[in-house]
Nanobody
Framework: EVQLVESGGSLVQAGGSLRLSCAAS????????IGWFRQAPGKEREGVSC????????IYADSVKGRFTISSDVAKNTVYMQLNSLKPEDTAVYYC?????????????????????????WGQGTQVTVSS
């Protein structure tokens, strides 16, 4: 059974930091791209970042470049996202998702984040609240 379990969400002041974790089980970690999405109240779920552990490539949304860092620990089947310099507009439920695709194909790296529909499995989410 495939499972994705997020953790690490919390209430933090603007300018603070958090580290989110996504523990995966039930599939071969190296073959999948793991993505982070977020959804604020009344808004669409948007892509934040993704990583493919097989080739190490990462992609970020422009809104988080330079502030968020995604990484993976293959031995632990866990993906992390370090959130620094948090802003109130980062407040959202953060979800991780797994998709059986690569972000580099035939040597060409895709230029933008994968879409929601490309992912096969989703976690339940973890709340991040940034106070001003």
């Amino acid at each position: 059974e495939v499972q994705l379990v997020e953790s690490g969400g919390s209430l933090v002041q603007a300018g603070g930091s958090l580290r989110l974790s996504c523990a995966a089980s039930g599939f071969s970690f190296d073959d999948y791209t793991i993505g982070w999405f977020r959804q604020a109240p009344g808004k669409e779920r948007e892509g934040v970042s993704c990583i493919n552990s097989g080739d190490g490539t990462t992609i970020y949304a422009d809104s988080v470049k330079g502030r968020f860092t995604i990484s993976s620990d293959v031995a632990k089947n866990t993906v992390y996202m370090q959130l620094n310099s948090l802003k109130p507009e980062d407040t959202a439920v953060y979800y991780c998702a797994a998709g059986n695709f690569r972000t580099v194909v035939a040597g060409i790296r895709r230029p933008s984040l994968p879409l929601k529909l490309e992912y096969d499995y989703w976690g339940q989410g973890t709340q991040v609240t940034v106070s001003s």
